[in-house]
Each structure stands twice: as C-alpha cells, then as structure tokens.
C-alpha cells in the first residue's frame, strides 16, 4: 500500500485509512475477516473516537484484532475526543480523561495520533496545551490533529499549543466537495462560491496538515438525510460516470469514487466506513489509479457540481 507523511510529522500511513465508526454494526467473524483483511492488504491505519458505537467500538476492535504489544507494533492507532453527550468538551479534564478510556479500551498505553473531534465553542487552547504536553509527557500519544476545524480555529489553537497539528478530519466526496467548490468560484454570486470553510483545503496544503476525508462514499450528511451514492438514483449521471472509468480502469465504482480524493494534490487520506473485507479490496485498488484532469473534472461535474 502507497503511504504518505501524515502532515509533517514522519510518520507513514497508508494513503487509505480504515474508519472504525461502524465496527460495532457487524457480527464478531465478519468483523475478524475484516481486520485481518485489512492488514493482509498494509492498511493497517485504524481511526477511532472514544463516542464511536456509543463508546464500544475501541473495545470492539482490540478484542477482534486479538491486541498483544506485537499487534500493537504493525499498526497505527488513532482516535478522537471532545465529544461528550449532547455537548462538546475540549477541558483538560476531559481530554485527558478521554484519552486514557481510549487506551483501555484500545489496550494499549498509546495513541499514534489523537484528534480533537468538533470544534467546542467554549474552547480554551491553553488547557487543550496544557493536556496535549501531560498527554505527550506521559507517552500516551505521539501526534496531534483535530477534526471538523477551520482555519481559524487551527490558528488559535496553535497559538498555544507547541505541537504541531498534522491532521484534520474532514467531510469530502465527490457529492461533497464545498471545499473544493469554493475555490473554483471565488468571489462568484453561484452557490459553489459558499466558502463553508474559510479556505480550509488550501489552509492545511500551506501548513502540512494531512486532509482526512471522512464519509467518502456519502452524499450530505451520514448521520441523517445522506446516503451512499454509488448505485443512488439520486445521482445518475454521477454513477455512468463513474461506471465508465470503472471500465476502463478495469475496478469497481468504488475504486473511482477513491481515486476521486487521491487524485487532489494535497495528498488527502480517505479514511472509509466499510467493514466488508471485499469492499475494502475494492477500495484499495483506487490507491494505483491515477485520473487524468480531464476525467477528475467530468466526475466532479457529472456530481452536480458546476464550474464558473
Ligand atoms: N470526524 C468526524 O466527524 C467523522 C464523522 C463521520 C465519520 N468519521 C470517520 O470516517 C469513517 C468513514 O465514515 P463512513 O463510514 O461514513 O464512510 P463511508 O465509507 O462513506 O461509508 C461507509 C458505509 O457505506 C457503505 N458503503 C460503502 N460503499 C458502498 C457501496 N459501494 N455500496 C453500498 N454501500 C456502501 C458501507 O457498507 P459496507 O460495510 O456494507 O461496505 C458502510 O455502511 C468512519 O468510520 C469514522 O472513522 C469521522
């Protein structure tokens, strides 16, 4: 599997990570195959957040990865916190007593990277600094990023934390591409011109900062109202698009909707929802494909998206 710098911190992770968020949807053998499928093909990058399965999955997964310290070794763990019931939290209390429930679920007694989830309003960047060096300090987590974050918010929190941000995690698909939108419509009166962000996929390009694109496969929001689109009637033109490529490029539609992300210079890390072990083969194929410029805009096009 290709691997990237994960922003500038050295380490290498593969270019496609697996999101762990519905590792708790499926039965313990599938859940098995899956895991060992995933390291059987080097995507051995697994994303959590301490909430995920409401607060199960960690558990989930170091139970079916059968999690020893030499497990431990071939992969990279991270995870995410600030999230609480009904409300976010970034206090040093809660940061780091999220992060040591991560460890014990996790078991392990580190993290690779931990990520703050959403952005809290209520956000003091001199305690996230103060429990990002105990967290550092103490050996529990080795890298630091956040999640959800505009420019703006990254900025503040760098102002008083020391340690580099190397990641956010952000929604992106070819059916939901306002970052990318924007940029193409500056200062335009079309609805693509919505900067939603604050310039966000520049902003991380300029500071190192490795794009995470949640949701790859989803149109509006997971959570409620979107859906997949590949196969959607919803997006027809989206699909025979798609079905074209996954033709000439001899994979499934699920390799060309990856390559899609891959394809952006910025080197984004897809990070997929999938817990089938065929579907993750589908989706490590996109990792050697490259779409010409021309194809990237048809897609992006056939998606509804418009150009100025
Ligand atoms: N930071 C954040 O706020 C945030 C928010 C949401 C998610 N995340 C992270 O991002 C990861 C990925 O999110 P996601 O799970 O929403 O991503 P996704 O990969 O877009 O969606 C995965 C879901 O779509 C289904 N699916 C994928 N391809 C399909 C296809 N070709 N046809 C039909 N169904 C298909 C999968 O089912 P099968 O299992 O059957 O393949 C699975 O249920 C999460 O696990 C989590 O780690 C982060």
């Known amino acids: 599997m290709r691997t990237i710098n994960l922003g500038n911190s050295g ?25 060992k499928t995933a390291l059987e093909l080097g995507t051995n990058f697994f994303d959590h957040a301490d909430r995920y399965g409401g607060a199960t999955c960690e558990a989930i997964f170091a139970d079916v990865i059968g999690m020893t310290p030499a497990v431990r070794e071939k992969i990279i763990l991270q995870s995410k916190c600030g999230i609480q019931q009904g409300y976010f939290d970034f206090s040093k209390d809660h940061i780091l007593e999220a992060v040591d429930g991560s460890l014990k679920k996790l078991k392990t007694d580190y993290l690779d990277v931990l990520l703050l989830h959403r952005p809290d309003a209520l956000m003091e960047p001199e305690e996230v600094a103060v429990a990002f060096n105990e967290l550092q300090t103490k050996g529990k987590v080795r890298h630091f990023g956040v999640s959800n974050h505009n420019p703006t918010q990254i900025q503040l929190l760098r102002k008083l934390v020391k340690q580099p941000l190397v990641a956010n995690q952000l929604q992106l698909s070819i059916a939901n591409a306002t970052m990318i939108s924007a940029g193409l419509h500056v200062n335009m009166l079309e609805d693509g011109a919505v900067n939603r962000d604050c310039g966000v996929l520049d902003f991380c390009r300029l500071h190192d900062i490795t794009i995470q694109a949640w949701s790859p496969f989803q149109y509006g929001n997971p959570f409620g109202g979107g859906g997949v ?15 074209e490529l996954a033709k000439k490029y001899e994979v499934t539609n699920t390799a060309i909707a990856l390559a899609w992300i891959l394809r952006h210079p910025a080197h984004i890390q897809p990070l997929t929802g999938t817990m089938n072990s065929d579907r ?14 021309e194809e990237w805009y048809g897609l992006y096009k056939a998606a509804g998206n418009t150009l100025p």
């Open 11 to 35: 380490l290498q992770v593969p270019v496609i990570a697996i999101g762990c968020m519905r590792i708790n949807k499926v039965e313990r053998k599938e859940a098995e195959r899956f895991v």
């Open 280 to 293: 993750l083969r589908d989706c490590v194929a996109a990792a050697d494909i490259v779409l010409t410029r």
């Open 229 to 243: 689109f590949l196969g959607s009637e919803k997006y027809p033109a989206l699909n025979a698009a798609i079905d």
